[in-house]
């Protein structure tokens, strides 16, 4: 029987500029089959599988306190960032804040190497409105576990920004800028750790450790480890769980994901209302970003945090079977 995706054609000298330059700037150009594309461009991927691969460097500069410490705290800051702003904000706009704010919590979750923040939060926003429909890009129920993990995001057809959905966003000229150069952070942050690593080693030899040691521990290690805890909410949380209420689409609530991703994992509380901005609708649903964003509440950093109704959280509960609710 023929493929049902038949192979593709050798990269052209058009393709291979095109992606090139699309690793420093997002708008460098289209391709002729961008839109339709339902193939990994392993091309375009190519930084996305040399990070994977510079795991393995660990092997060569070691493991200390300092770098350990360094991953874990970079990782629980870069979450939040996605989880409290690049979601909660940007997408569904639970709450308000400054620009200065806005901003800032812009930078660190471009640090988390996922895009910039109108991207994500125009694929999100996608999302919702098509969850585990036919136009879902990433609902693991259409092309596998995979396809929903990572390679919906892979493709041409995705790479894009959907700005017809972010329109409110696209007023401030500084979004706009880490959106179009979203490598522009993490390439100052790696940077950044491998100086601070190689004056640890000046400064305080008795550390053990060096900017080698920080750039794949405090970088690589900690967004592998971020990537792969944020997919997961992608591809695990529509499979993976208990659902306490009657959803059109099939997500999921699940602890150990909520841990992993500070609260995200509360994944069918958050499609039954995605304006709240807490997660965890009880008490005992662990949900770290909404306890961060109350302490920010209380400094006076973000307000308005959309409450969750009494009468919403009680209702379309599933009352049998297996997503009985508690």
């Not at 500084?174 to 959106?179: A, G, I, N, Q």
């Amino acid at each position: 029987m023929p493929s049902p995706h038949p192979p593709r054609p050798a990269p052209s000298l058009q393709h291979w500029r095109t992606v090139l330059l699309s690793w420093l700037d997002n708008e460098a150009g289209t391709l002729p089959d961008d839109a339709g594309s339902q193939h990994i461009d392993w091309l375009g991927s190519i930084p996305f599988i040399a990070l994977h691969l510079a795991c393995l460097a660990v092997f060569w500069v070691g493991v200390s306190p300092v770098a350990v410490c360094l991953a874990v705290g970079l990782y629980l800051l870069r979450m939040f960032a996605i989880t409290g702003f690049y979601h909660r904000y940007f997408a569904h706009k639970a709450f308000r804040t400054s620009r200065p704010v806005q901003f800032l919590f812009a930078v660190m979750g471009a640090a988390a190497v996922q895009r910039g923040p109108l991207w994500w939060a125009a694929h999100h926003r996608h999302h919702h409105a098509h969850a585990d429909d036919p136009d879902d890009v990433h609902s693991p129920h259409r092309r596998g576990f995979w396809w929903s993990h990572t390679g919906w995001f892979l493709c041409r057809a995705n790479f894009r920004t959907r700005a017809e959905l972010v329109r409110e966003w696209l007023v401030f000229p500084e979004l706009r800028f880490l959106d179009r150069y979203d490598g522009l952070v993490p390439l100052l942050l790696a940077l950044g750790l491998f100086g601070l690593g190689e004056w640890l080693a000046w400064q305080v030899p008795d550390w053990h450790t060096n900017g080698p040691q920080l750039l794949v521990w405090g970088f690589v290690i900690s967004t592998i480890a971020l990537y792969h805890a944020t997919y997961a909410v992608n591809s695990l949380a529509h499979v993976w769980g208990w659902r306490r209420y009657a959803t059109r689409d099939d997500s999921r609530n699940n602890a150990f994901l909520a841990l992993l991703t500070l609260g995200e994992g509360w994944h069918n509380n958050h499609h039954h209302y995605p304006a709240a901005a807490r997660q965890g609708f009880y008490w005992w649903e662990f949900d770290p970003t909404w306890y961060l964003l109350r302490l920010m509440a209380s400094l006076g950093l973000v307000w308005d945090l959309k409450p969750l109704p009494g009468y919403i959280r009680e209702a379309r509960h599933i009352k049998s079977g297996s997503g009985a609710s508690e």
